[in-house]
């Protein structure tokens, strides 16, 4: 896992220097403190999938160009089997799965997240779009603003994530699907 961090890292380097970008410009880009873009950079660790996202975005790359270095290259459907689908760790206790990754020019990023059980509330995050969450096995407690919503299996919730979010689980590990338009 490590090494693969390390190796994202160096994609996003690689492309700050191709697309001409300077870390300091990049920095303002993505409003963060061009130290802890340099960190990104540097470690790769805990890139907040929204970054992520947002540097695909600036880049004008598929998101999982950025994780695989691998263009997608379908366009008229893509198929994933039950328990397969591209990995995308990028905090402790969640584990992301794309649901869509060789689908060129995706609209729509549908992942497969596993959440394990904190209790900490988990980082605050916020990105452009919008945001569909449905619980599909256990309970899922989201932050939104200064709300705690409760998502027990089969309920959903769709909003708007430029406001503070993320999600935990509560009293198991869980799993949610989340559908993300940027």
């Known amino acids: 896992m490590i090494k693969e961090v390390a190796i994202i890292a160096s ?9 001409g970008f300077s870390a300091e410009e990049l920095a303002s880009k993505l409003e963060i403190p061009v130290e802890t ?3 990104y950079e540097s470690s790769g660790l805990d890139i907040p999938i929204s970054v992520l996202y947002k540097l695909s975005a600036i880049f004008q790359v598929d998101l999982n160009e950025l994780l695989t270095g691998n263009t997608p290259h379908l366009s008229t459907y893509c198929h994933v089997k039950k328990g397969n689908g591209l990995a995308v760790d990028r905090y402790p ?11 060129k020019n995706r609209l ?17 995050v916020t990105h452009s779009g919008q945001e569909f969450n449905i619980c599909l096995e256990g309970t899922i407690e ?34 949610f699907l989340t559908i993300i338009t940027q």
């Open 37 to 39: 873009y340099e960190g």
């Open 11 to 19: 994609r996003i380097s690689e492309m700050r220097d191709i697309c």
């Open 93 to 103: 206790g969640y584990n992301f799965k794309s649901l869509a990754y060789t689908y």
């Open 108 to 124: 729509l990023e549908p992942l497969l997240v596993t959440v394990e059980p904190s209790d900490h509330d988990p980082a605050l």
């Open 142 to 175: 989201v932050l939104f603003d200064r709300k705690r919503i409760v998502l027990e299996t089969g309920d959903s919730l769709y909003f708007n994530p430029t406001h503070p979010h993320g999600q935990r689980a509560i009293g198991g590990t869980a799993k």
